[in-house]
């Protein structure tokens, strides 16, 4: 069993910078791909990037660009570099674990999962 608590979320203005994290704990949780994914309201959850345990990052191809997933696994943390955020980037940012992978960018292997952080951009 792995938990994730996220951490980073706050209101910025259009066009600012955000950085996410994703403090994990539990059994193996430095050996586990990771991710992170946003739901804004009214909408479905969506796919923002992913990171296999030994850093390899991956990016659908919608959202390349803007954010960069890296993580620390000497302090078993994952992080969600924002930039040039804009108002429709409005949403709770979920960290997930994709338990029993290593490496995996197959959304529907992420199977832990955060509380959300909400993060709120001002035009």
């Known amino acids: 069993q792995v938990q994730l608590v996220e951490s980073g979320g706050g209101l910025v203005q259009a066009g600012g910078s955000l950085r996410l994290s994703c403090a994990a704990s539990g059994r193996s949780a430095s050996m586990l791909a990771m991710g992170w994914f946003r739901q804004a309201p009214g909408k479905e959850r969506e796919y923002l990037a992913a990171?296999?345990?030994?850093?390899?990052?991956y990016y659908p191809d919608s959202l390349k660009g803007r954010f960069t997933i890296s993580r620390d696994n000497t302090r078993s943390t994952v992080y969600l570099q924002m930039t040039d955020l804009k108002p429709e980037d409005t949403a709770v940012y979920y960290c997930a674990a994709a338990a029993g992978y290593a490496w995996t960018f197959n959304p529907a292997d992420f199977n832990s999962w955060g509380q959300g952080t909400q993060v709120t951009i001002s035009s």
């Open positions: 990171i296999s345990w030994n850093n390899s990052p």
